[in-house]
């Protein structure tokens, strides 16, 4: 069994008076990590609310009738709970009216989840990401060599727990995940009306990882306004399928203020979204590739780890610019990503040094990527 990060921030919370939320997309390992940490434990009750008949139980749920429905059990389990209308209300209840019940849930839409649960449990509630494995985790089970070697696997096929657990295997279970589940809460959604432009959207944000985009750009390539192109990728971004990186800006004049970059959390599924597998010699994007898996194993840290770190990339008008930047504690670091270390000339771009004097700055390979995954 492969260890997860988030036990350590999770565990010290169980039989506790707040309830757990787990958000993160579909097959990352929520279940999985909930039966580590409560699958030996016979007082709880494990319901989903995918399925209908558990919505409709909460639909008429009262005090009377969930003590009913819990009987002597110490923790409620509720997988998928954005499916569940006014699920925010219905934990309150039991949270409120029921004494030492634990609620446990878990949900792979955190636009739909959040809503219905922020004002509800304000006070009340423990907020917590769930991601596909990390580089940090598979060194944990296995060794650092080990999956060091491994990075030109990862970077064509991700580190979806299935995918990971099935070698030999990774394309059939990919396009399984691909399929079946990336798209099945977003076109679900009511706001959601051409489907099919959001496909082709994403399909184009794979295309330009590690790219600034132009939303105005995107939209005229799918055939959709801008402002719904923003709509959709913060949808997909909600949906842990993107996220965003905004530019850094404060000293220079030329600084780029509102540009953004998208990138994936997974790169297997992105290079699935593109029907492209082929091996990293063969491939043209490594250099993206390496980016956005370097950004991206970060970010996964930094949430299991509960940094308050900030995030962005710098670019100026005359097209000067570095890949990551961080700061957290008024501490500046600043990154750049090479796949190909006989291209990395480890040297900062003189007008970010000369406006951030205090700012350090690294080069990130193949060859030194534990200074930067594993601190």
């Known amino acids: 069994m492969i260890h997860r990060m988030l036990e350590e921030n999770i565990r010290p919370l169980l039989g506790g008076n707040k309830a757990v939320i787990i958000m993160g997309a579909r097959q990352v390992g929520k279940s999985t990590l909930l039966n580590q940490l409560l699958g030996e434990n016979k007082n709880t009750l494990w319901l989903n609310g995918d399925d209908m008949d558990v919505q409709n139980l909460f639909h008429e749920m009262t005090s009377t009738r969930m003590r009913t429905l819990l009987g002597n059990n110490k923790y409620l389990v509720i997988d998928e709970a954005q499916r569940i209308p006014d699920i925010g209300l219905r934990i309150k209840l039991v949270t409120d009216q029921i004494p030492n019940i634990q609620v446990i849930a878990t949900g792979s839409s955190s636009f739909e989840l959040a809503s219905k649960v922020n004002e509800p449990l304000t006070g009340r509630k423990r907020e917590f990401k769930m991601f596909p494995l990390t580089f940090r985790e598979m060194v944990g089970h296995t060794h650092f060599l080990d999956e060091l070697r491994l990075i030109p696997h990862r970077l064509v096929y991700g580190y979806y727990p299935e995918v990971v657990c099935n070698p030999g295997d990774e394309k059939n279970v990919l396009k399984e995940l691909s399929d079946s589940y990336l798209y099945k809460d977003i076109l679900s959604l009511d706001n959601i009306s051409k489907p099919d432009k959001l496909i082709r959207l994403l399909k184009a944000l794979a295309l330009q990882i590690g790219s600034q985009i132009s939303y105005n750009e995107i939209g005229n390539m799918i055939s959709l306004d801008s402002k719904t192109v923003e709509r959709y990728v913060d949808i997909l971004e909600k949906s842990f399928i993107v996220f965003r990186l905004g530019s850094f800006s404060r000293n220079l004049r030329n600084e780029l203020k509102a540009s953004r970059k998208v990138y994936f959390w997974d790169l297997g599924i992105r290079n699935a979204v593109i029907g492209n ?41 005359q ?42 700055f690294k080069i990130i390979t193949p060859k030194n990527i534990e200074e930067f995954l594993m601190i």
Do not use: V
Not at 325 to 331: A, F, H, P, T
């Open 277 to 317: 597998l082929a091996q990293i010699e063969n491939r043209t994007d490594a250099g993206e590739l390496w980016e956005n898996f370097a950004i991206a194993e970060r970010l996964k840290q930094n949430a299991y780890q509960n940094s308050f770190a900030q995030s962005w990339f710098w670019r100026t008008q």
């Open 319 to 360: 097209q000067k610019e570095i890949d990551y930047i961080e700061e957290e504690n008024g501490i500046i670091q600043a990154f750049e990503f090479k796949w190909n270390e006989r291209k990395a000339k480890n040297k900062c771009p003189e007008s970010f040094s000369t406006a951030y004097p205090e700012a350090s």
